[in-house]
């Protein structure tokens, strides 16, 4: 849990000190490389640490993940220009891009997927903790200290989760299955990835989605993609087994927990200018306004109770999306409505979302076999990136073009809050169409988790699933 809050916190408590940091370099153009850096690189080695996971064992791969995040930490903090700044945030992304997955195999490991909905609940407390509490940390140490406390702040508490890592995770056997380590299917996958979500960063905000620069993107991420794949059918032992892709509850469970997170980050980074814009609430009040989206963990809760005490659990998530739904559809319905009810519906969406992550990701653990559990987390987790870098980017095209914004203009928050009042048109309108987007993902969502089989929970930790899933 100590290594994931630092994950979890380092996402959330930059995103104050940008500015602060964009005056201490003279820099502003390249602050958003402080954010894409990190995506870039977390994204692209997390199915790598799964796979070595399985065959090094997860106590040498957390520390070398935590070990990297602290280096990289230490570099943004004595980074001496905004070069060195985003290298920094590289390093600490190939560290942390390792934790969570690491984290979710750990559990797998010692916990039976019987009782994993729990513990998954106790992961999103972490979670919830840095993302309310990170952003006014942030601000509070850029504006009156200095904003490297927030990369020196990781070296202790890294140092610590560092030494209970080495000490408990002792623990846990090492595999004794020899593997082999597809380095070209490695490559391949996590290069088809890098200029895909390059162009779903940049596309509407950098370039035009219909630029050479964002087509050239889109066009080298999918030859590489057929090179992978080509990869995949020809290796002896491939990066991500087949046996692993080709499993019907990882298909449809990481496609459901990925559009529905989608939504929920999307939801997060978009709010703030809906409440800013059609309820006039300042800055302040708007990251206050944003909290009950942000708490998932009441559905989580409810999710894993309900797998730690019922053969049936998938209905917990189908009723919880279905609220969701109708909970977005009366904001598509009437956007301006009173502030006190657009947070109730919030409030509803933000826990039901919740319940999804702990059903889909125990379901994907209990349905592979054990000794390939790293690398299907590391493959969830790497899909689930870019789904939900994909849902992001077209809630932002969304947002960028009802408001007339054009690349290189628009496409940061601030921004747009600052010009929007000029244009006096409804603007609430433009977020009928962002809420409504949110409603097609959620019902995507819903539909692949109605496709997921919900097989019976094992009451072992390391027994492997049956060959053929009983019948209902």
């Known amino acids: 849990m100590l290594a994931a809050f630092l994950a979890a916190l380092n996402q959330t408590i930059l995103a104050t000190a940008l500015p602060t940091m964009g005056r201490h370099f003279s820099d502003f153009e390249n602050l958003p490389w402080l954010i894409t850096a990190y995506l870039l690189t977390s994204t692209a080695v997390a199915p790598l640490y799964g796979k070595l996971s399985d065959i090094y064992g997860r106590r040498a791969m957390m520390l070398t993940a935590v070990g990297l995040f602290i280096a990289g930490s230490a570099a943004c903090a004595a980074a001496p220009d905004m070069t060195m700044l985003i290298l920094g945030r590289a390093l600490q992304g190939i560290g942390g891009g390792g ?78 299955r020899k593997h082999r380590l597809d380095v070209l299917g490695a490559a391949l996958m996590m290069a088809s990835a890098i200029p895909l979500l390059l162009a779903l960063t940049w596309g509407g905000t950098r370039f035009h989605w219909f630029s050479f620069e964002i087509l050239a993107l889109l066009t080298a991420s999918f030859v590489l993609s057929l090179l992978f794949a080509w990869r995949l059918a020809r290796a002896p032992e491939p990066f991500l087994p087949l046996t692993v892709l080709n499993n019907p509850v990882m298909r449809m469970g990481t496609a459901a927990v990925s559009f529905n997170m989608g939504v929920s980050i999307g939801l997060t980074v978009y709010l703030p200018l809906y409440f800013e814009v059609v309820h006039k609430l300042t800055a302040t009040q708007s990251g206050l306004a944003l909290i009950p989206i942000a708490l998932t963990t009441p559905g989580s809760i409810i999710s894993g109770q309900v797998m730690l005490r019922y053969k049936r659990y998938k209905w917990v998530p189908v009723v919880g999306l279905s609220l969701a739904v109708i909970a977005l559809g009366l904001l598509v319905w009437r956007p301006d409505m009173p502030l006190s009810y657009g947070i109730a519906l919030l409030s509803l969406v933000g826990t039901a979302i919740g319940t999804v992550y702990p059903v889909t990701t125990v379901s994907v653990q209990n349905a592979v076999p054990h000794s390939q559990v790293g690398t299907a987390m590391g493959a969830l987790n790497f899909f689930r990136s870019l789904a939900s870098a994909l849902v992001v980017a077209i809630m932002g095209a969304i947002v960028l073009a009802g408001f007339g914004a054009t690349p290189g203009r628009g496409g940061q928050v601030s921004v747009l809050a600052a010009t929007v009042s000029a244009l006096g048109a409804d603007v609430a309108v433009v977020f009928r169409w962002l809420f409504l987007s949110g409603v097609v993902f959620l019902v995507i969502s819903l539909i692949f988790l109605l496709l997921m089989e919900e097989r019976p929970l094992r009451s072992s930790s390391s027994a492997d699933p049956p060959a053929k899933p009983p019948k209902a």
């Open 99 to 176: 934790i969570l997955p690491l984290n979710q195999a750990v559990i797998a490991d010692v916990v039976a997927p019987r009782e994993r909905g729990k513990y998954q609940a106790y992961m999103g407390v972490v979670w919830v903790t840095s993302g309310v509490g990170g952003p006014v940390f942030g601000g509070v140490l850029a504006e009156h200290v200095h904003w490297s406390l927030i990369f020196w702040l990781n070296v202790p508490l890294g140092l610590a989760a560092a030494f209970l890592c080495h000490k408990n995770l002792a623990l846990i056997p090492v595999p004794h």
